[in-house]
T-cell receptor, first 115, second 113 residues
């Protein structure tokens, strides 16, 4: 199993540009999560999907952020327009519900730098 | 509002000694707790978990203790090894709530050879 795959691994862009981060979850997993890691706030959940449907997007910071999951094997997180304060590491994770608990498996992350 | 707090940003421990990482939470609805370990340039990986019906869970060198009345949990690593040097995140969730994990800000553990 290849694990959760994220692309790109690094992204450097200029303020105002559109940024698209991509994620391929582990096959068979029915939950997908997008997190952002910063020094000040640690790992924050932005949004999560269940069976491709967004369930909770209360962590999405602003309307500039949007996420989609068109099918079970692909999700995108888009920032438009990007701002320097969006610079962070963005992680995608997936899981499969087994009884009362499950384990989230994380991808390697995308380090975003907005100049 | 940080519902899961790791008040020590860093910790250094001699190889072979015990490492103790602490975590506090404020939401009494949390009833399942996890520790994740993160190496540089990698995503976090699951380490160990504990349900609120227990006060201790052990897996090899790793033991997690939960004190519900104090809303406190700790991770003990005995003996500490150089490969344990990483950032450790505490996380909490409501088992029968939604799937959200609430993470702390992490503690960077350095094992000194």
């Amino acid at each position: 199993d290849a694990g959760v795959i994220q692309s790109p691994r690094h992204e450097v862009t200029e303020m105002g540009q559109e940024v698209t981060l991509r994620c391929k979850p582990i096959s068979g997993h029915d939950y997908l999560f997008w997190y952002r890691q910063t020094m000040m706030r640690g790992l924050e959940l932005l949004i999560y999907f269940n069976n491709n449907v967004p369930i909770d997007d209360s962590g999405m910071p602003e309307d500039r952020f949007s996420a989609k999951m068109p099918n079970a094997s692909f999700s995108t997180l888009k920032i438009q327009p990007s701002e320097p304060r969006d610079s962070a590491v963005y992680f995608c994770a997936s899981s499969y519900r087994q009884g009362a608990t499950d384990t989230q498996y994380f991808g390697p992350g995308t380090r975003l730098t907005v100049l | 509002d940080q519902q899961v707090k790791q008040n020590s940003p860093s910790l250094s421990v001699q190889e072979g000694r015990i490492s103790i990482l602490n975590c506090d939470y404020t939401n009494s609805m949390f009833d399942y707790f996890l520790w994740y370990k993160k190496y540089p340039a990698e995503g976090p990986t699951f380490l160990i978990s504990i349900s609120s019906i227990k006060d201790k869970n052990e897996d090899g060198r790793f033991t997690v203790f939960l004190n519900k009345s104090a809303k406190h949990l700790s991770l003990h690593i005995v003996p500490s090894q150089p490969g344990d040097s990483a950032v450790y995140f505490c996380a909490a969730r409501m088992v029968f709530g939604n799937e959200k994990l609430t993470f702390g800000t992490g503690t960077r553990l350095t094992i000194i050879p």
